[in-house]
């Protein structure tokens, strides 16, 4: 199957600062990623797609100013969290559709931990 | 409005307990449905990619069917390793890439 990397793996902050997430498709050119968030024991909930050369799109809900998402290449999306508050601790998830959207993988996951 | 309902919520097998989820979807096409395993703070690991009614898919102790209103992860002699959160998640026929995600069924197996 195709491989997903997420960068950094676990993150602590204080309040008030931003982190940056990576994300990279490692065997596959994506146009579209999607990152989702997930609390404990709930399922996934999609924030946005990020679209390779043009502006995410958010899903209902989700600051676009807060959660800043840019798709840099074929293979790699990033998540900012601009000025994290500790609502913001959560897990972080990205993924990628692969052969047309048949499959989608997902990356390892970023736990984000904001004191 | 596609929605993946997936029960039971829990289950608690013995090791050797064969047993089976469930996936209730209701989509305006399917495109495909998804089984994802996801352990307790890792991201969710594909398992199977079914595409139409009748097909059937097997991994290990694993086997997942799938009918017009609904899919199963059958899994025989489960063992504790099996143990993790399984995930169902379809993708219509429109043409978003966006899969809809069950909640998931947290399944524990006791040796």
């Known amino acids: 199957g195709a491989v997903v990397s997420q960068h950094p793996s676990w993150v602590i902050c204080k309040s008030g600062t931003s982190v940056k997430i990576e994300c990279r498709s490692l065997?596959?050119?994506?146009?579209?990623m999607f990152w989702y968030r997930q609390f404990p024991k709930q399922s996934l909930m999609l924030m946005a797609t990020s679209n390779e050369g043009s502006k995410a799109t958010y899903e209902q809900g989700v600051e676009k100013d807060k959660f800043l998402i840019n798709h840099a290449s074929l293979t790699l999306s990033t998540l900012t969290v601009t000025s994290a508050h500790p609502e913001d601790s959560s897990f972080y998830i990205c993924?990628?559709?692969?052969?047309?959207?048949?499959?989608?993988?997902f990356g390892p996951g970023t736990r984000l931990t904001v004191t | 409005e596609d929605q993946v309902t997936q029960s039971p919520e829990a289950l608690r097998l013995q090791e050797g307990e064969s047993s089976s989820l469930n996936c209730s979807y209701t989509v305006s096409g399917l495109r495909g449905l998804f089984w994802y395993r996801q352990d307790p703070g890792k991201g969710p690991e594909f398992l199977f990619t079914l595409y139409s009614a009748g097909e059937e898919k097997e991994k290990e102790r694993l086997k997942a069917t799938l009918t017009k209103k609904e899919s199963f992860l059958h899994i025989t002699a489960p063992k504790p390793e099996d143990s993790a959160t399984y995930l169902c998640?379809?993708?219509?026929?429109?043409?978003?890439?966006?899969?809809?995600f069950g909640r998931g069924t947290s399944l524990i197996v006791h040796p």
């Open positions: 065997d596959f050119q994506a146009t579209t």
């Open positions: 993924s990628g559709p692969y052969g047309g959207g048949r499959e989608q993988y």
């Open positions: 998640a379809v993708l219509d026929s429109g043409g978003s890439y966006i899969p809809t």
